[in-house]
């Protein structure tokens, strides 16, 4: 009975170790499953780092709400783009935010050229007022007007249906918008200005959106720098005003005129082909 009773525990301490070595393969294909599928499963479609990915996620859900797919805009030899910058659509939205929310630059339109910038553009729209391009009656849009200085203007000259369009807003004169789609319905406006024109990764989108808001009849004014290198936040250089008017297949070109403009050159006023509704 002794012997018998010495053995049981030797053959019980085996049966562990057996079970564990026949286990082995199958805990190393378990790891080596889990291994994959935690390194790809979260990657994105693109490639980006996952950081990235993140990032882009967040701002679409802060920052958009149309979706422009980042495809070429026809190419014209009088537009030099830079969009081999961007990674997608909202790696440029959230580049053109940077400057947009930039504290420092916010300080600055706020305070010390707040009240030099509205006075002259309220110079700027009082002409146009006097030459009839423009009336205390007509319904206006700044697009791309960061805090509103333009706005500010018009509604000082008397425009009060003035409004404008960024992509962060500034309540009460700019409302979110991107001018790519800008979010009004066709031929809303009597009167259009702009001077971002450069920030436009897609020329074409930004004169088709003043196009289809703007009624016919209406007016689309816009300040451009020609033959000059913008900052970085630029996405085009436009080398010749005629690749801007070639754009704007739906207007009539009023007059093309040298400006000073804070660092634009040139202003272009557009007016949009068929009557008046009014």
């Known amino acids: 009975m002794a012997a018998a009773d010495s053995s049981k525990p030797a053959r019980a301490a085996t049966l562990p170790a057996r079970t564990l070595l026949l286990a082995l393969p199958f805990l190393s ?10 390194t790809t499963s979260w990657r994105p479609a693109s490639g980006l780092p996952a950081t990235a990915a993140t990032t882009t996620t967040t701002t679409v859900a802060t920052t958009t709400t149309t979706t422009v797919p980042l495809t070429p805009s026809p190419p014209s030899p009088h537009i030099r783009m830079r969009r081999s910058r961007y990674r997608s659509y909202d790696d440029y939205l959230r580049h053109q935010l940077n400057k947009t929310l930039d504290p420092r630059l916010r300080r600055v339109w706020a305070t010390r050229d707040w009240q030099r910038k509205v006075d002259a553009f309220a110079r700027l729209f009082a002409g146009l007022r006097d030459e009839g391009l423009l009336s205390n009656a007509s319904r206006a849009l700044c697009v791309g007007a960061r805090l ?5 203007a018009l509604r000082q000259v008397g425009v009060r249906g003035a409004l404008g369009i960024d992509l962060a807003p500034a309540p009460p004169l700019v409302a979110r918008g991107d001018f790519h789609a800008q979010p009004f319905p066709d031929a809303t406006f009597d009167f259009e200005f702009s001077n971002v024109f450069d920030h436009a990764l897609y020329p074409d989108r930004f004169a088709a959106e003043v196009e289809r808001t703007l009624r016919p009849g209406g007016v689309a004014v816009l300040h451009v720098a020609v033959h000059r290198r913008g900052d970085r936040y630029s996405a085009n250089d436009l080398l010749d005003v005629r690749g801007l008017v070639g754009l704007f297949r739906r207007c009539d070109v009023v007059r093309v005129s040298k400006v000073d403009a804070f660092g634009l050159d040139t202003e272009v006023i557009l007016r949009k082909k068929g009557s008046s509704r009014r």
């Open 29 to 38: 294909l378990l790891l080596l499953f889990l291994y994959v599928y935690s």
């Open 148 to 152: 509103g200085q333009e706005v500010a």
